[in-house]
């Protein structure tokens, strides 16, 4: 079968690596992609997106199975409109996607389906009309964490030390109106512990563990500077056994999927839910829609057998596939550009030559996200430029052979993380 993959990160390039190893995958799409990503089943396709565009590649690709890489798509409805197709998408529709899309709605969904989350308020009236109450709500809260409820690419969440640290960014967004702001804003109570991603294939109400993955958000190592989109990832998380596993099935996955299917909105795709754990206390702090980046760089690679197949049934709600997966460890560095993440002005480097020596070590690949093709080869062309996979019986062997490969790929300016997967 063929399929198309929306999207033009690392994520992308990855579940099309993963995908045309499988025997029933006969060719993939990516949309728009980069010009590192072209193999011998994979091919990009540069057209513009829209939903007259969508529909002619559908027919001409002969695609049967389409997977939304970003939550844009979804967003958009990209699921929606393959349903009027009556062609499998692996992913929800715009309605089910406000799990993600909105915050506030996801708080009060978590709430009355009685999932394990930190209480809130929603301030959104008062911050526009009265903003002296929203200032006297941060004394209520013992560790203020101000969420901007809509899309905000990442920089909507606030988590403060105390009610003054609160009040000083509650002005500052007062002044500063920012993306995402419009549909509201909330506040949580802080939770501590460790954090942990686990990832499920959901289909109404039928679900299929994936695997569980921790990220590395901070630019410099030590988990210091700004965040970023991504710097690294490892999975699976050493800790996370299958007693864990169960009791977040049970205790947030199941009701997360009885929820929407209650509310008329059952959800078709992956959820990728982003948990605190203190000991045995477990609090769901967000809902993602699909595959994050970079830990799909990490999971796909630990995923046996024909995962093409898997995707396609379980959007029918056909689990009747169970996946094995490697007893391995994989990890994932980014390698990124000059002035990456570009805060405050400082402009992210592009078009920098990148040297690749082909010689580089088994059980490794070079996934590619912020590249483009010249006459002299591939050069810089984003933020996060490209990472290596790799992946290892022994999680210090598979980190080794990561760094070493990383070695092999190198151009002017580059920054990356020395300490993905060293401290778990
Ligand atoms: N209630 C909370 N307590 C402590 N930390 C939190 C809380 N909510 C979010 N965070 C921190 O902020 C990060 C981003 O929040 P999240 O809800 O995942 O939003 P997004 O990924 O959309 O930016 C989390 O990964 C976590 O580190
Ligand atoms: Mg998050």
Partial sequence: MNVLILGSGGREHTIAWRLSSDPTCTRVYIWPGNDGMEG???????????????????????????IPGAEKYLYEGISDWCRDLKLACFGPSSNASELEKSKLFSKKFMIESGIPTSRFVDFSDDFQNNFHKALSLTEEFKKPVIKIS???????????????????ILGKLKDEPQPGM????????????????????????????????????????GDRGPNTGGMGAISPVPWVNDDFISKVSQKILEPTL???????????????????????????????VRFGDPETQVLLPLIEGDLTNFILNCCSGNFSQELKFKKQTAVHVVKAAKGYPGL??????????IKIQNNLLDKSKIIFSGVKKMKE??????????????????RFEALQTCYESLEKVQFKGEHFRKDIGKNL
């Fill in 150 to 168: 809509g899309p905000s690419l990442g920089k909507g969440v606030f988590v403060c030390s105390d009610s003054e640290e609160a009040r000083s």
């Fill in 344 to 353: 405050f002005g400082e402009e992210v480097e592009k078009g920098q030559l």
């Fill in 182 to 221: 419009e549909e509201g804003i909330l506040m949580e109570e802080g939770v501590t512990g460790k954090e942990v991603s686990l990832f499920y294939a959901c289909s109404d109400e039928k679900y299929s563990y994936l695997g569980s993955a921790q990220d590395y958000k901070r630019v410099f190592d």
């Fill in 258 to 288: 009885k929820g929407m299917k209650k509310m008329d909105t059952p959800f078709v795709g992956i959820l990728f839910l982003g948990l605190m754990v203190n000991e045995d206390e477990i609090n769901l702090l967000e809902y993602n």
């Fill in 377 to 394: 080869g591939l050069v810089t062309n984003g933020g996060r430029v490209l990472g290596v996979t790799s992946w290892s019986k022994d």
């Fill in 40 to 66: 011998e089943k994979i091919e990009t396709l540069p057209d513009s997106f829209c939903r007259e565009n969508f529909e002619e590649i559908i027919k001409n690709k002969k695609i049967h199975l389409v």
